[in-house]
């Protein structure tokens, strides 16, 4: 390809008139980035790996079915010391039923709540000032560390209601905590994609505000919406700190919302530290892996339907 | 031609929409104003448990680096020093390589690396912090100490390099827990970053490109400066989640609140001695815990909001030049 300079001179576009050193440089670059790309995908790759190869061979009937064994340090005691070690039975149903009971829990809690911030914010505060108030500190909320909302529950629930204050409750209400802010934010940006003529023709037949909210633009933006609370969802799931100080521990299966109950964050954490604990370490933190990436994909397949809706 | 007069008599319950409405109106607002009572609540119910700790340290909670529970002793600079100096290692090589990803997706990629790039950076994201920290425990942990020691000898002699990489005994370190914080605040940086980079206008690029510069000159030229401190912002989001990080620093960091230059000794960070002590913890040692939440908070806050500021006051910038 070539172009004609004012001078009437031709000059060649093909890119051979760029010099060695500036050619270079773009390369140079060019693989940089590449080489970050690496950088962060090798780790990931390790870690999944890792995680397969060594909670693998967990994953049996007995694992989603029996208790947390209690004898893994007497037995990984026995091996060192070349006794006949007793017999453990890996299971981890208790961590099970408390991940999915407080998941469901601080679901309950922090969506129908999310939901309604969002309307309001998008339906009702629009560009007000409290409205701006309200999404500038749901920001801000959604950086808090999660260790916070565990303390902030300790204090405010554990403490008040002494030994009894560890449960599922409390383990619930600060992963809520931690929920809500992801739910209003990604409800409300849901709630904007609505085009404001379904609004405006709902309007038009005679319906109120809320009527117009709750039939048409609710509905319109409801798989986004699910989308968005699935991967607060799986945020919630997968965090151990907000339940370290607010669900105490037990190593029998509890489905009451009261008395003492685990989690597979936080048995992940207490198994690895603990002697002969690392297989119950590994196969809990796959159980939970497995469990985050099914929600997250499940939130990622719905938002991506309903962006071609939306573009169609 | 004549208009019919509407007839009003099917126009039914009137009165009532507006009232519903308005009660509807006032839900939503309690919904969102949930949010407002909530981080209220955890200011001052953390505070209020914590304020023992303050009466009886007074500035030399964060002054002093005597931290002594049995004594009664709580100066927690040891553990301000810890958070910071893991931040600090997360983000030197986060940046670079956050940015670079960045870039590469925005600007390089073709749309299948371009996709599994975007994959590579969800799934970093959505693995919990708890499994990094039991990779790091379990495998890093016996593996790294090997590098850092021959690294320690490598630099040995050299002024400073050999003071900031010493020996390490165990492999636990503020560097162990940086690196494993890398993998959390890169997909925080790059999402934020992609979105800065999106909002440069498109003719500016091609214009550069038109006027022959290579794409790497185009990006120094164009994007960079247009999204500097959008940039800057994505950072500071990224600090935030670094100096917030628990469960992934306590298993790797090694217990030990020391002020040392050495990155390959052990330390203690913030949120790491929360969580490693609270729940054995009464009276002022408890309340000095929960005081050490308080002031995390307060730094993640101020950190938050200076980030969420630059970041919007851009977008409004760009939104007025568009």
Known sequence: ??????????????????????????????????????????????????????????????????????????????????????????????????????????????????????????????????????????????????????????????LRYGPTGRSAIAGSLALACLMLPIVVRSCEEMLRLVPDALREGSAALGSPRWRTTTTVVLPAALP???????????????????????????????????????????????????????PLAWGAALTLVVIVLVFTMAGRRVAKRFSIDAAA | MTVAPLDTTTLTRRRRGPSVDRAFAWLTLGGGLVILVVLAGIAISTTQKAWPAFREEGLGFLLSDNWNPNEGEFGALAFVYGTAIVSLIALVI????????????????????????????????????????????????????????????????????????????????????????????????????????????????????????TRYEMIRGVVVPHSFGGVVGAVMLGLGRAMGETIAVVLVIGASPQIVANLFAPGEAMPSVIARNLNESSGTYQAALIGLGVALFGLTIVVNMSARGIVSRLERRMRGAA
């Open chain 1, 224 to 278: 986004g919406i699910t989308s968005g609370c699935m991967l607060a969802i799986a945020r919630a799931a997968g965090e151990t700190a907000p339940l370290l100080f607010t669900i105490g521990s037990v190593t029998a299966v509890n489905f009451s919302l009261q008395g003492q109950n685990t989690a597979l964050s936080t048995q992940i954490y207490s198994n690895a530290t603990q002697p002969g604990g690392e």
């Open chain 1, 1 to 158: 390809m070539t172009a004609l300079a004012p001078s009437g001179e031709q000059i060649v576009l093909d890119g051979s008139t760029i010099s060695r050193g500036r050619k270079f440089r773009n390369f140079m670059a060019t693989a940089a980035m590449g080489v970050a790309v690496l950088l962060a995908a090798i780790p990931l790759g390790f870690v999944l790996y890792q995680l397969v190869a060594k909670g693998a061979e967990m994953i049996r009937v007995d694992w989603f079915t029996e208790d947390i064994p209690t004898n893994v340090g007497a037995a990984a005691l026995a091996e060192k010391f070349g006794a006949e070690p007793e017999e453990v039975i890996y299971g981890m149903a208790p961590a099970i039923v408390g991940t999915f009971l407080m998941t469901a829990m601080a679901s309950l809690l922090a969506i129908p709540i999310g939901l309604l911030g969002a309307v309001y914010l998008n339906e009702y505060g629009k560009n007000g000032r409290l409205a701006g108030v309200i999404r500038f500190f749901t920001d801000v909320m959604t950086g808090v560390p999660s260790v916070i909302m565990g303390i902030f529950i300790y204090t405010f629930w554990v």
């Open chain 2, 94 to 213: 986060s940046v670079p390589m956050s940015v670079g990803i960045a870039l590469f997706v925005n600007e390089v990629a073709p749309r299948r690396i371009k996709a599994f790039t975007i994959t590579v950076m969800d799934l970093m994201a959505a693995v919990p912090s708890v499994v990094y920290g039991l990779v790091g425990f379990a495998v890093l942990r016996p593996e790294v100490k090997g590098l850092f020691n021959s690294i320690a000898d490598a630099v040995s002699g050299i002024p400073v390099l050999s003071t900031i990489f010493g020996e390490s005994q165990s492999g636990m370190s503020f560097m162990l827990a940086g690196l494993i914080l890398v993998l959390m605040v890169t997909p925080i940086i790059t999402s934020i970053s992609r979105e800065v980079f999106a909002t440069v206008p498109e003719g500016d690029k091609a214009g550069a490109l038109a006027l022959g510069a």
